[in-house]
């Protein structure tokens, strides 16, 4: 767990990816786990590493308060109804739906 954490948190440094892109499908390879199983565990892990990231933007000034707050505020409901919501949906399919949104997130990134 804790080089396939390293791994996860060396490349989300370098590119700025989503963490979940990364940590839900590492954790369900290395772990066996299920999506539901996997999601959780990534979400904690990528906030601890997205809080880190934004005290380093604090502290060099470059956080953009109105910005963050407008996301904060727009996105924890939602994820909140999507966490409700993946509770209610079969694995499989969970993962199905996973897997095609992966791609257009890697090319939106370019």
């Known amino acids: ?7 996860v948190g060396a490349v ?3 590119t ?8 839900v499908p590492a954790l369900m390879a290395a772990q066996g786990w299920s999506l539901p199983q996997a999601a959780p ?6 906030a601890a590493g997205a809080a880190l990231g934004a005290y380093e933007g604090w502290r ?12 904060a505020a727009s996105g924890v409901p939602f994820a909140a109804a999507g966490a409700s919501v993946a ?9 199905t739906l996973f897997a095609l949104a992966m791609p257009t ?6």
């Open 1 to 7: 767990m804790l080089l396939l954490g390293a791994l």
């Open 12 to 14: 989300l440094g370098l």
């Open 105 to 110: 997130r890697w090319a939106s990134a370019r």
């Open 41 to 46: 565990v990534a979400l904690l892990a990528v």
């Open 60 to 71: 060099r000034q470059l956080v953009r308060y109105r910005a963050a707050a407008w996301m």
């Open 16 to 23: 700025g990816a989503g963490g979940g892109i990364l940590a």
């Open 87 to 95: 509770h209610l949906l079969p694995a499989p399919l969970l993962s």
